[in-house]
């Protein structure tokens, strides 16, 4: 697509329950990111995938996070039994090849999904 | 390990020149990004440097200094439109963000 897509937009769901956010990459991107960002905090670094997998999970906060991707294309991020502290914007962005930044890969970013946990 | 400084708030005036300053650690180093981020929406990319010195984009330029793991961004002739959050990032295999700079510019 033109740019990153992420659904649900918004989310609002009761405390325990597990949540599932999606992204679309722009099309041909091969490199593609998660990011946590709380209310007025910065971006926090997740999972970087290059093509399917995952060669840094580092940023990931617990084991109730996971996140996988297919196809090269389509990722989804999921929360296990979520808690008030996992209320944030998830940003996931895209860039055209992994393992390096240079001008030439940029990192785009989708409009994010805004999860609320109560 | 990353570590990535900033400023968290700035203040201007509609007109005048501001320097964000961003000071860096990081285990990788393929180039430092500065993204603008207006308050509900996605961070768009607003430069990179990669080799020291200074980078010039309109009213936006960016130094970089590699070898003091610094960097600046300059917005010269401030517009209310440029109230936004700013962040410095950097990395070697993906982009790790320092905390932003919320920059508020005022009549």
């Known amino acids: 697509g033109a740019g990153v897509s992420q659904s649900p937009s918004n989310k609002v769901t009761e405390k325990g329950k597990d949540v599932e956010l999606r992204c679309d990459p722009i099309?041909?991107?091969?490199?593609l990111y998660w990011y946590r960002q709380r209310l007025g905090q910065g971006l926090e670094f997740l999972i970087y995938?290059?093509?399917?997998?995952?060669?840094?999970k580092s940023g990931l906060p617990s084991d109730r996070f996971s996140a996988e991707r297919t196809g090269e294309s389509v990722s989804t991020l999921t929360i296990q039994r979520t808690q008030q502290e996992d209320s944030a914007v998830y940003l996931c962005?895209?860039?055209?090849?992994?393992?390096?930044?240079?001008?030439?890969?940029?990192?785009?970013f989708g409009e994010g999904s805004w999860l609320t946990v109560v | 390990g990353q570590n990535i400084d900033q400023p968290t708030e700035m203040t201007a005036t509609e007109g005048a020149i501001v320097q964000i300053n961003c000071t860096y650690q990081?285990?990788?180093?393929?180039?430092l990004f500065w993204y603008q981020q207006h308050a509900g929406e996605a961070p768009t990319f607003l430069s990179y440097?990669?080799?020291?010195g200074l980078e010039e984009k309109g009213r936006f330029s960016s130094f970089l200094s590699r070898s003091k793991g610094y960097s600046y961004l300059l917005l010269k002739e401030l517009q209310m439109k440029d109230s936004a959050s700013y962040l410095c990032?950097?990395?070697?295999?993906?982009?790790?963000f320092g905390t932003g700079t919320r920059l508020t510019v005022i009549p």
């Open positions: 440097n990669v080799l020291d």
């Open positions: 995938f290059q093509g399917n997998s995952a060669p840094d």
């Open positions: 099309s041909g991107h091969t490199a």
């Open positions: 990081t285990s990788g180093f393929n180039g």
């Open positions: 990032g950097t990395g070697a295999n993906n982009l790790f």
């Open positions: 962005a895209s860039s055209l090849v992994g393992g390096g930044m240079s001008s030439g890969n940029t990192i785009y």
